[in-house]
């Protein structure tokens, strides 16, 4: 039996293929040490848990309404809009099971195929597959690094719209790069879209993981962008509550009518009892974030002095996310390696490090010659990053 097509240009999240090898090796007895994912190894805060628990006693196991229930879009509006700046209803909130299914709807709603939707590449691949299975063409933009980080090649970006040009998607703490814009990036970015007049899509996916004291920036708050720019919420990070799947899409009320149909369409709703759990996650105690957050930072600082050691590596410390990229493109050279899938089987195999490289983060564009891998240390704790880093260092350090 023949499939459709256009599966052809359907993508994977290409950080799952390399779970499955460290389990292989684990399976064969060895230790893992696993900086490959981005999933979380820490305890939903206890309030969550039992308002959900209570929520299944309450009787909430059925159908809720397609664009989820009421007094978690409240909780969202309020919350999302204060610490953005702006003002939300309701009306610009569509729950959905996850933060992923943002990214296809939005594309579902704004995008005609040949349309040209700008991404980030190194970026999340599911923009680069939604884009192209639903019949537009991804364009990349990148970033070019800096002393202090990544900052966005604003020129390549501007010199990537054209007529066609419907849309950008624009993550700001980003995965797997942990760039965080500054407020001119930020503003220059919105001047392209107001100018041009496209739509943004911001995955505000790690908004809220952020380690220093300053206000976190938003794309939303800058003026003649909130009735153009769709944000991508979830619970997942925040929370530490990736399998728990809820996630919301917040924008425009035109758009997020579009998006309650897609939800009938495609899951009916999100889950009714966890829905109702989140609204205390929303409104209630926070100090289990706060731990969260606390830990994620610890990691931090043991994952980036770690690395730091290693001759070749050299990389600033980010105020967000729990992702680390540094360069080896040094490292390569002094090991004669000319494929990056050399160093990460390479690094498996002989110390238990597992780790992504840039290729599981969109294509290569034409003309990069540097190396990078992503270290995800949401899923390890201190000590075992203490340990695998020491091995990874005595690798990477042999010719």
């Known amino acids: 039996m023949k499939l459709a097509n256009q599966l052809e240009q359907l993508g994977t999240e290409t950080a799952f293929s390399v779970s499955l090898l460290a389990k292989l090796w684990a399976e064969k007895g060895n230790h893992v040490y696993p900086f490959h994912l981005g999933d979380m190894n820490l305890p939903t805060p206890e309030n969550i848990i039992e308002a959900t628990i209570k929520a299944i006693r309450d009787g909430y196991t059925g159908y809720a309404p397609a664009q989820g229930i009421l007094p978690l879009r409240q909780a969202l509006a309020d919350n999302v809009g204060s610490s953005r ?5 309701p009306e610009n909130i569509a729950i ?10 939005f594309i579902a709603v704004i995008m005609n195929p040949g349309d040209e939707v700008l991404y980030p590449n190194p970026g999340y691949p599911i923009y680069e597959s939604q884009i192209e299975y639903q019949g537009g063409i991804a364009v990349p933009y990148g970033y070019t690094e800096t002393s202090s ?3 966005i090649d604003l020129e390549k970006l501007k010199a990537s719209i054209t007529p066609k040009t419907k849309a950008i998607i624009y ?3 980003q995965n797997p790069i ?28 790690y908004f809220e993981i952020r380690y220093s004291d300053s206000d976190p920036l938003s794309i939303v708050s800058i003026p003649g962008m909130k009735e153009r720019t769709v944000i991508l919420y979830t619970f997942s990070k925040k929370y530490a509550m990736t399998g728990w799947r809820l996630g919301a899409t917040i924008g425009p009320k035109p758009f997020i009518e579009m998006v309650a149909k897609l939800n009938v369409n495609d899951e009916s709703c999100s889950n009714h009892f966890i829905q109702h759990a989140m609204v205390e996650g929303v409104t209630g105690d926070q100090s289990g974030f706060q731990a969260i957050l606390h830990e994620l930072k610890c990691r931090r600082d043991a994952a980036v002095g770690a690395l730091n050691t290693i001759d070749g590596i050299s990389i600033p410390t980010p105020e967000s996310t729990f992702y680390l990229f540094p360069n080896v493109t040094e490292i390569m050279n002094r090991k004669g390696f000319a494929n990056i899938g050399q160093l990460q089987e390479g690094s498996l195999e002989n110390t238990g490090v597992s780790f992504c490289t840039r290729n599981h983060f969109g294509r290569p564009v034409d003309g990069e010659k540097d190396f990078f891998i992503r270290f995800a240390y949401s899923g390890i704790s201190v000590e075992d990053i203490q340990e695998g880093l020491a091995l990874l260092k005595n690798y990477f350090e042999q010719s």
């Open 85 to 89: 700046g702006v003002t939300y209803t």
């Open 96 to 105: 959905q099971p996850g933060g992923k299914p943002t990214v296809w709807k």
């Open 149 to 151: 980080g990544f900052a």
């Open 171 to 173: 993550n700001n703490y």
């Open 178 to 205: 942990s760039a965080s814009s500054t407020k001119e990036e930020m503003e220059a970015i919105a001047a392209l879209a107001i100018k041009h007049d496209l739509w943004v899509m911001a995955d505000d996916a």
